[in-house]
């Protein structure tokens, strides 16, 4: 529709906050990466947490059956104890990487959306330009035929 359209006089008025919008999405989603490789970083240590906890807890025990030393094996428990509260404090931290992914996730939806909505409402002015373009060089060409039809009215007037 377009090919008989010269689209270098179309400006889209509302291009500027198009490309803000676009400008605040690209960093949220730098944003968001970052908050997922925090994520996956904090699932990590709670799963070496996880295995260091059951090593130690299994050392503790094999420790105790082969020689009772009361003061090893509590400080063995006073170790899992720490391990348990390390976990417990990522687990705390891996929820609220979680949820701020989850935040950011959203508003990079909501600036999709008004992304789309930009551009649909963009195709709708370009339509609009196009249509009025159209109708302007019809508009010449039929000024152009009347004249060239006056011209030749007034040359056939002229020769008989």
Excluded at 22 to 28: A, E, F, K, N
Aim: charge should be negative; aromatic fraction near 6%.
């Amino acid at each position: 529709m377009s090919a008989s359209v010269d689209l270098r006089g179309f400006t889209y008025q509302l291009d500027p906050i198009q490309k803000q919008t676009q400008w605040r999405l690209d960093l949220l989603e730098i944003e968001l990466a970052k908050a997922q490789q925090g994520e996956q970083s904090c699932a990590q240590i709670i799963d070496d947490l996880k295995q260091r906890e059951q090593d130690q807890a299994s050392l503790a025990m094999t420790s105790w059956q082969s020689h009772v030393n009361v003061s090893v094996h509590q400080s063995a428990l006073e170790f899992l104890l720490t391990l348990k509260n390390a976990i417990f404090r990522k687990q705390e931290e891996l929820l609220a990487l979680q949820k701020k992914c989850t935040s950011i996730r959203e508003e990079c939806i909501g600036l999709q959306q008004k992304l789309e909505i930009f551009e649909s409402h963009r195709q709708e002015c370009l339509d609009e330009y196009i249509l009025e373009q159209l109708h302007q060089q019809n508009a010449e060409i039929d000024r152009d035929w009347n004249a060239r039809s006056m011209w030749r009215a007034k040359r056939k007037e002229v020769s008989v």
